[in-house]
């Protein structure tokens, strides 16, 4: 079975802290992404990447910045967190295959900003 | 930009039939995905299209016709545990990088 998990299930930070959030996969997955879920807003892009140090912004990368160092380990990087960012944080990750768009998911991590 | 479509909550009765639609503008088209939600959870993918259609996996299909934009998926026979939250999601860029709609919630009652 693939897995996907994240350093936290719950994270409380206060504003202007660094945050990070880390995300293994163990599936030798080549396309890693990042999302956060609001109520009603469903799940949104933050970031993704396909390689080893290669990123691309998603649909709200405002804020954020990642680091993929190695091919299991895509980190999400919060420089200065606010209060709009506390939200859930959903990981993932897929392989790069044709006619396949699975995505396996982490089991999230709520951060609260203070 | 992209944009998806499909209804915020829907009702159902134990051991009935569903059905979830999902209308998409995106600037390009590779796949139609459905994934599941429970309460606390993390999504889990539960299917795919690319091509015109109906899959059928178990007691869910899924609809696809890319003429119309348009997709459904299909529950049939009910079960309590079938209550969660549905997400279609369409890859229109590659590198199975999709974008969710904002999720149906299906709640299934006695």
């Known amino acids: 079975d693939v897995k996907v998990t994240q350093s936290s299930r719950y994270l409380v930070k206060r504003t202007g802290e660094k945050v990070f959030l880390e995300c293994v996969q163990d599936?030798?997955?080549?396309?890693m992404f990042w999302y956060r879920q609001d109520p009603g807003l469903g799940l949104r892009l933050i970031y993704f990447?396909?390689?080893?140090?290669?990123?691309e912004k998603g649909d709200i990368p405002e804020g954020y910045s990642v680091s993929r160092e190695k091919k299991e380990r895509f980190s999400l990087i919060l420089e200065s967190a606010s209060t709009n960012q506390t939200s859930m944080y959903l990981c993932?990750?897929?392989?790069?295959?044709?006619?396949?768009?699975?995505?396996?998911f982490g089991p999230g991590t709520r951060l609260t900003v203070l | 930009g992209q944009s998806l479509e499909q209804p915020s909550e829907v009702t159902a009765v134990e051991g009935a039939i569903v059905q979830i639609n999902c209308t998409y503008q995106?600037?390009?088209?590779?796949?139609l995905s459905w994934y599941q939600q429970h309460d606390g959870g993390a999504p889990t993918f539960l299917s795919y299209n690319a091509l015109d259609g109906l899959e059928e996996t178990g007691r869910f299909s899924s609809f696809l016709s890319r003429s119309d934009s348009y997709g459904y998926l299909l529950l049939q026979e009910l079960q309590m545990k079938d209550s969660a939250s549905y997400f279609c999601?369409?890859?229109?860029?590659?590198?199975?990088?999709?974008?969710f709609g904002t999720g149906t919630k299906l709640q299934v009652i006695p």
């Open positions: 990447s396909y390689d080893v140090k290669m990123k």
């Open positions: 995106t600037s390009g088209f590779y796949g």
């Open positions: 993932a990750s897929s392989p790069n295959r044709e006619a396949e768009d699975t995505q396996y």
């Open positions: 999601a369409v890859n229109s860029g590659g590198y199975q990088k999709v974008t």
């Open positions: 599936m030798d997955h080549e396309n």
